[in-house]
Structure formats: C-alpha cells, structure tokens
C-alpha cells in the first residue's frame, strides 16, 4: 500500500496521532504532509489517501477544506481516509459533516474520531479562554484514542 497523509497540525496533536498512524500503516509506505508547513503533493502515485485535522469553531482547518475540494474527482477515485481530532466529542458526527465534502465522507473505506487534546503551552490567550471555559481549568488535558486509531488502520488497510 501507497499511503498519502496530507493533514494539519497546530499544535502537535494530529501530527501525534499521523505519527502512530503511519507507523501501523508502516513508515516505508506512508508519505505525510502537514498542510501548516508543506504543499500537498499530487494525489495521482498513491494507492491510499488519508486526510485529517483537528476541529477548531467546529469544522477542520480551512487548508484542509481546500484540498479536499479541490481534489474530489481524483479523492473518489482512491482508497480514501478521513479523521479528525477533536474533544468535543457531543458534536462530533455534525463537525464531521462539516468538515468533509458529503461525497467523500460516502467513498471513504475508513472515518476515524480520533480525540484530542489542549496543549495550553502552545496556545494563544484566546484559545486558552476558550479551552478552559470547555474543560474547567486551565491544565494541558490528553483525550487521544489509541483504539480508535488502530480501528482506522485495520479499516483502511481493509
């Protein structure tokens, strides 16, 4: 399997979980791209394609809206992959919908939730306000899934 992983990380979390990803895909046959620092290459060599991100105001980042909209016709046409990494977890199917083009969310073999975490060391004054008035408190907080990762593994290696 040729993999592709194009994703976006702010603060370290879904680069975290495509770490652990690609690692039970295997490394020798995962190419990951982070959409914060790197261009999407073509989609065109890759058997696989999986796309995720984390959920910020409640859809994925907009560069990872992007691609998925501008490669849809070639997205259908792969071994497709989609996740997000989240801690709101009462909204998660409906940040999904939004997140996601209908279209893809039908084609994709494997959708993963994927939890998340607030890293209040890397966050702006504004999202810090926001994570604590979400948790309760002002410390980091991990909620990362390790099943669900490796349920989404099994599934898109199918």
Do not use: W
Not at 35 to 46: G, N, R, V
């Amino acid at each position: 399997m040729n993999a592709l992983i194009i994703y976006m990380s702010n603060h370290g979390t879904t680069e975290k979980v495509v770490d652990r990803l690609s690692n039970l895909l295997g490394y020798n046959t995962s190419t990951l791209v982070n959409l914060k620092t790197e261009k999407a290459p073509k989609i065109d060599d890759f058997d696989t394609v999986i796309i995720g991100g984390s959920v910020h105001g409640g859809k994925i980042q907009k560069k990872v809206r992007k691609f998925c909209d501008a490669n849809i016709s070639k997205l259908i046409e792969k071994n497709l992959g989609l996740f997000m990494c989240y801690m709101d977890t009462k909204n998660e199917d409906q940040e999904f919908k939004d997140s996601f083009p209908n279209s893809l969310i039908e084609h994709a073999s494997a959708k993963g939730f994927f939890g998340g975490e607030f890293k209040f060391e890397k966050m702006n004054i504004i999202e810090k306000f926001i994570a604590g008035k979400v948790t309760g408190n002002s410390k980091s907080v991990s909620r990362i899934n390790s099943q669900a990762i490796n349920h989404f593994a099994i599934q898109i290696t199918g």
